[in-house]
């Protein structure tokens, strides 16, 4: 993410005005959590021929509330269907334990696959749904439950039997109709709904969730706004496929996480757009934008689809432009590109940031100019692909890792186009470090996770690491990271064991002073 706000000094050496539009970050306080690896992207990154548009017939709705009668505002109720059987005793599946967000997730399931079936009204805002949810049980599992807020729920069925659950404030609790042992696959599928308009909640000091707008409607996800639209297992350690249904009046676009599957015309006049995204993504980079958008034709760039959904009018064509170009510069410092396409979507909207969806990032019109600021911004987001949704944050103490190492990778751009260089540019954070009292960007607090140290200081840490080993070692080191750990979590303490094993004892020293120290360090 990037927030409205903060000038960098990039903008110096390329244009006046503000080129980042904010700073993100946050790394974990405590350096033992145990790490998650992932598995290492094969995407290219070569600019190849268009992609020929061939029609796809998308398979029919198993949701039941898409048929040809009209949405009424009727909201769903959240009484438990009766089955007649007693609820299941026994433990629940434990929550995930993020000591910022300590009821997100659930360590007693793993979700492997979304079905999201959404029927949405944009006129009376409600929206309607099916969640098929494929989960893993990870222990011998009576119960688990699932991050949703504010949407009641009709019905919820286990391997096809109806369910028991129970609804708290920001959870729905569901007990299994037969205790199950670890390893025992499940197919559960929540019936839910109700009006989007206000499916908004406070976090981390704006909003997250549905917005609804006199053109449309997106969504804001980062970092617990999933759970205000959809039933989720809502922390970024539990990745999972996903296929995105959206019916919608014909005349209006959808833009969503993934490539589209296909478009469905409907006999009462509405039009159900499909997305699959077939990469492994958290929940929070889950993306819907609906309205008035002009879907560019896709062309590859090797194995990656590049496709854009912008609001008509939208500027920044000349900086859009430069996609491929981007990705091909960032794969030869980060490793290819990890994801099977790319785009993003201009909303006609003042926003004041640029979020990362997976495959898809969200940009207000208010930033998106043909300006050297918006191609930083798009670096910058573009970044977010490998540092942030690729390698994730394992707790979100450690978002200084996908902030840090996507301010550095505007550094990379500016000197790349002949601009500002690193090092000049770093020694200018750190002046304005100094100046404003940057904090150690290490452990920021839930409400302060995109505050500018977290950007500026977390960038910072990488220019150190650089300098105590070297720009080969360096090199290496960035390299290792995403492809060590990608396609899954990572920590503050990975990073430093990191450094520690390519680097030495002396770089994990290194960067763990400019992680912790109170007082900016100096750049010696």
């Not at 398979?59 to 949405?71: D, F, G, R, Y």
């Not at 499916?199 to 759970?227: N, Q």
């Not at 509405?270 to 929940?283: E, G, H, I, N, V």
């Amino acid at each position: 993410m990037r927030l409205r706000g903060m000038c960098v000094v990039v903008v110096t050496a390329l244009a006046a005005g503000c080129a980042s539009a904010g700073t993100e970050g946050g790394a974990d306080a405590e350096l033992t959590i145990p790490s998650t690896a992932g598995r290492a992207s094969q995407s290219t990154a070569q600019v190849t021929a268009p992609v020929t548009s061939t029609p796809i017939t998308s398979t029919p709705s198993t949701n039941p509330l898409v048929t040809s009668t009209p949405l009424t505002s009727t909201p769903l109720t959240s009484t438990p269907p009766a089955t007649g059987a007693a609820a299941v005793t026994g433990a629940v599946g434990p929550d995930v334990g993020d000591p910022y967000h300590p009821t997100l997730g659930n360590t007693g399931v793993d979700a492997l696959h979304y079905d999201l079936d959404l029927v949405y009204d944009p006129v009376t805002s409600v929206m309607e749904g099916v969640a098929g949810i494929d989960l893993r049980a990870e222990i011998d599992l009576a119960a688990f439950d699932l991050d949703l807020v504010g949407l009641p729920v009709e019905m919820v069925t286990v391997d096809g039997e109806a369910a028991s659950f129970t609804m708290t404030p920001d959870e729905i609790r569901v007990d299994l109709p037969e205790p199950v042992v670890a390893g025992t696959p499940l197919r559960v599928e929540v019936a839910y709904g109700g009006p989007m308009d206000g499916a908004t909640a406070p976090s981390a000091g704006f909003d997250v969730g549905w917005f609804r707008r006199p053109w449309g409607s997106y969504v804001v996800g980062e970092p617990d706004g999933a759970r205000l639209w959809f039933p989720a297992d809502d922390h970024p350690t539990d990745k999972a496929t996903y296929v995105v249904s959206v019916t919608v009046p014909a005349g209006l676009e959808v833009a969503a996480t993934g490539l589209l599957g296909g478009i469905e015309d409907l006999a009462d006049g509405r039009r159900r757009w499909t997305y699959q995204a077939a990469d492994p993504t958290a929940s929070y980079l889950v993306s819907v934008v609906v309205g008035d958008l002009d879907l560019t034709e896709p062309v590859s760039v090797g194995d990656v689809v590049i496709r854009h959904a912008l609001a008509p009018g939208a500027g920044g064509g000349a900086a859009i432009g430069r996609t491929a170009e981007m990705m091909d510069f960032l794969a030869g410092w980060f490793g290819p590109y990890p994801f099977e396409a790319y785009g993003v979507v201009v909303v006609p909207e003042e926003l004041g940031f640029g979020l990362e969806n997976q495959t898809l990032t969200l940009l207000g019109s208010d930033l998106v100019s043909d300006t050297p600021a918006t191609e930083l911004l798009l670096v910058h987001e573009l970044a977010h692909q490998w540092a942030g949704n690729d390698v994730s944050v394992q707790r979100w103490s450690d978002i200084w890792l996908n902030e840090g190492f996507a301010t550095y990778a505007e550094w990379l751009w500016s000197e790349h186009i002949g601009a500002a260089t690193t090092d000049r540019l770093a020694e200018d954070k750190r002046t304005e470090a100094v100046a404003a009292g940057f904090p150690a960007p290490l452990d920021p607090g839930p409400t302060d996770l995109f505050a500018p140290s977290v950007y500026g200081r977390g960038a910072l840490v990488l220019d150190a690491l650089r300098r105590q080993v070297g720009d080969e070692v360096f090199a290496d080191f960035v390299r290792t990271w995403f492809g060590r750990f990608g396609g899954g979590s990572a920590s503050t303490a990975d990073f430093l064991d990191l450094a520690r094993e390519l680097g030495g004892p002396s770089a994990a020293q290194v960067a763990r002073r400019w992680l912790t120290a109170e007082q900016v360090p100096d750049r010696s």
